[in-house]
């Protein structure tokens, strides 16, 4: 396909705005799926996606409409998998920004609208499910004009349940978002995402950032400094599809082989291999690296964690951002010391443990990581109260702290205000999105985010606020390690 002829976008919204369901009538408008066999949420290839009705993982589709070539990008609205959101941003030249015509704009919509905006994306609003009697047009309307500097105009109005809109947005991407830029013949691809799949081995997600890769190219990665073969190429439809080539621009996958995703590195840049001989080769831009913010012990009821070590092995391999170390407990015997992103990430490898390989856990209560600092000034960063040195023994300790952002009804800015005052939130500035809603800024400890601070944000506000998190850095803290004993016997889980 010519370069001048494809367009890259991505969907972007706060959880629960209708991304898939969009997603869902592209797909059948353009023909990609017949309508006889169209599923609901066809891009989300997990149980656990279409049972509880969000995107975990992003998903890449290639559709063709009016004889241009559309790759769209399906991401998660969940805060937790915010860096899904980012590596898809980093794909593309512009974004379907959703907005719920019944909520309006919400807090990781305002964050998803940052990513897209660092991207220098061109960026189309769509106000989605206007088929619903709860809906506020006009509300919305005035939401996003004041949010994006965007004439009325310039806003569509959509319903991804009953298709309204949706050839109006096929038509204004072509029209608006820009094609890929050339890059020349010197084959470059970014790495957006990588999964394992147990007959090909490991598959990589790809984007053309110049020249072109066919089968049986030798690809070289640099960050990993590692050659293999291509297997195969292809784009999604929404299944792998081979082709004869990858060109320049477009968006595809690449079977490499690979038993280990860790050496398909996610941001990582692939050109052929006897290109990477040439010493002034520049690698594209990467993605930072991501850390766990959320920390529980995992034990196995049944007392055999070498099963547990193989589970959780299994899942890394689709999931780059999950960790683990072995540890040991008096009382409960070998477990596992997890990383997650979030409250909603630890709950989806806990249900996929007991779905998908029958274990039964006992999971600790969730902890953040703490950075102690020693005299001369010697950091280190703890993920259990158990590894906390005693007092006397370091100078300072710090704990994680939160970028909070919080849109909230008006009527409710009193309860919202003071409860987050009693958790610790030290108010920043506030913002009006309209005349009924307020955008709310606070810095608070991570801790108190990842106890019940939601669910009571929830229940003071009659679950109208939403919220969103970003770490910000360590502070120092006032902290003190309670030992717990019972029996006579020292139990860390318990801290």
Not at 107 to 124: D, G, S, Y
Not at 226 to 243: E, H, L
Not at 313 to 339: C, Q
Request: without cysteine.
């Amino acid at each position: 396909m010519e370069i001048e002829k494809i367009r890259n976008f991505a969907i972007i919204a706060h959880i629960d705005h209708g991304k898939s369901t969009l997603s869902d009538r592209f797909l059948e408008v353009t023909e990609t799926i017949p309508k006889n066999k169209m599923v609901e949420q066809t891009l989300d290839k997990m149980d656990l996606e279409r049972e509880r009705g969000i995107t975990i993982k992003l998903q890449p589709v290639r559709m063709k409409w009016k004889g241009y070539e559309l790759n769209l990008i399906d991401t998660p609205g969940h805060v937790d998998f915010t860096y899904e959101v980012s590596r898809s941003l980093a794909a593309v030249e512009g974004a379907l920004l959703l907005v719920d015509a019944t909520q309006g704009i919400q807090a990781q919509t305002l964050t998803n609208l940052n990513l897209a905006k660092a991207q220098n994306l061109k960026i189309i609003p769509i106000i989605n499910k206007i088929d619903l009697p709860g809906a506020e047009i006009e509300r919305v309307t005035e939401e996003i004009v004041y949010l994006l500097d965007v004439h009325e105009d310039e806003i569509f109005l959509a319903s991804g349940k009953e298709g309204t809109g949706v050839p109006e947005i096929l038509d204004e991407i072509i029209k608006t978002i820009p094609a890929p830029t050339e890059n020349g013949e010197k084959t470059k691809a970014l790495v957006f995402d990588s999964v394992f799949d147990p007959y090909r081995g490991v598959v990589t997600y790809v984007r053309l950032k110049g020249g072109n890769i066919k089968k049986g190219d030798k690809l070289y990665f640099m960050a990993k400094n590692k050659t293999i073969d291509a297997i195969d190429v292809g784009y999604f439809s929404p299944d792998y599809v081979s082709s004869a080539d990858l060109s320049d621009g477009e968006i595809g996958y690449v079977i490499t082989g690979l038993k280990d995703v860790s050496e398909a590195k996610v941001g990582d840049t692939v050109t052929i291999a006897q290109d990477q001989r040439r010493k002034s080769e520049v690698a594209l831009p990467g993605y930072k690296h991501l850390n766990p913010f959320v920390y529980a012990s995992l034990y196995s009821t049944t007392g055999e964690p070498h099963e547990l070590r193989e589970s959780l092995e299994k899942l890394t391999l689709n999931d780059s951002s999950l960790t683990f170390e072995a540890e040991l407990s008096p009382a409960l015997g070998s477990g596992f010391r997890v990383g997650f992103l979030g409250l909603l990430h630890l709950d989806i490898i806990r249900e996929r443990l007991e779905r998908e390989f029958n274990q039964d856990l006992i999971i600790t209560t969730p902890s953040v990581s703490y950075k102690i600092v020693y005299q001369g000034g010697r950091e280190e960063i703890i993920k259990s109260a158990q590894d906390m040195p005693e007092a006397g023994t370091y100078e300072e300790a710090h704990e994680p702290i939160s970028k909070l952002e919080i849109v909230t009804p008006t009527s409710y800015l009193g309860q919202v205000m003071e409860l987050t005052k009693d958790h610790r939130g030290e108010y920043i500035s506030m913002d009006y999105l309209d005349s009924e809603t307020a955008l709310l800024h606070y810095e608070i400890p991570l801790a108190e985010i990842i106890t019940d601070y939601y669910d009571e944000l929830k229940s003071v506000s009659s679950g109208y606020a939403s919220l969103n998190y970003e770490f910000m850095g360590f502070r120092k803290a006032n902290l003190v390690k309670l030992d717990i004993l019972v029996g006579e016997l020292y139990l860390h889980q318990l801290k």
